[in-house]
């Protein structure tokens, strides 16, 4: 592929209109996820209480720290929680970056910064100290459901993840329907 061929295909994937909304997009994702974030995180790490009912009986918040990822997996390995971590930054940025539809951008970039949020505050929580213990390379967990016994603890940053994947998934198996009665109905003319 000659560097000809590739301008060419990169600018077919965006146009001018295109590349505006998704800089909205982009510039108000960061925006309001950053202030969600590290609003809460400060927040819960600078209270006194270490666990609070919320929601009634439905999610307490009860502030940890997480050195793993997913359920607190890879938590004796840095290195690797790392990698993975910058792996899912990276491929929904990518995958992101190629998406033409505006919902799907949306979704992937929210998933995608949130990824990098947590390593954010990976990095932020390296060598902290709270409630007289020092951290090194953890996230800072505290949300909960409380009718599930030993429930995972998360972040505000893991709930855009899923919230995001989900409303893709959704959006995904829509769209993927309506172009099946779209084909359905042009092959049946």
């Given at each position: 592929m000659n560097n000809?061929?590739?301008?060419?295909?990169l600018s077919s994937l965006i146009n001018k209109k295109d590349l505006i909304i998704k800089s909205i997009i982009v510039l108000a994702s960061i925006l309001i996820i950053s202030l969600f974030v590290f609003l809460l995180r400060n927040h819960f790490l600078n209270s006194k209480t270490q666990e609070l009912n919320f929601m009634g009986d439905f999610i307490s918040i009860k502030i940890t720290t997480n050195q793993g990822i997913s359920f607190g997996q890879s938590k004796?390995?840095?290195?690797l929680a790392n990698t993975l971590q910058s792996i899912f930054f990276i491929i929904t940025f990518l995958v992101a970056?190629?998406?033409?539809?505006?919902?799907?951008f949306t979704c992937l970039f929210i998933a995608s910064y949130s990824g990098l949020c947590n390593l954010i505050d990976r990095?932020?929580?390296?060598?902290?100290?709270?409630?007289?213990?020092i951290y090194h390379n953890a996230v800072?967990?505290?949300?909960?459901?409380?009718?599930?016994?030993?429930?995972?603890?998360?972040?505000?940053?893991?709930?855009?993840?899923?919230?995001?994947?989900?409303?893709l998934f959704i959006y995904s198996t829509?769209?993927?329907?309506?172009?099946?009665?779209?084909?359905?109905n042009q092959v049946s003319k």
């Open positions: 000809k061929s590739i301008k060419t295909y004796d390995d840095i290195v970056i190629f998406t033409k539809d505006n919902i799907c990095t932020l929580v390296d060598n902290m100290t709270y409630n007289g213990e800072v967990d505290y949300f909960q459901f409380k009718f599930i016994k030993n429930s995972a603890i998360w972040n505000i940053q893991d709930s855009f993840i899923v919230c995001s994947m989900i409303i829509v769209m993927i329907i309506k172009k099946g009665k779209q084909d359905e």
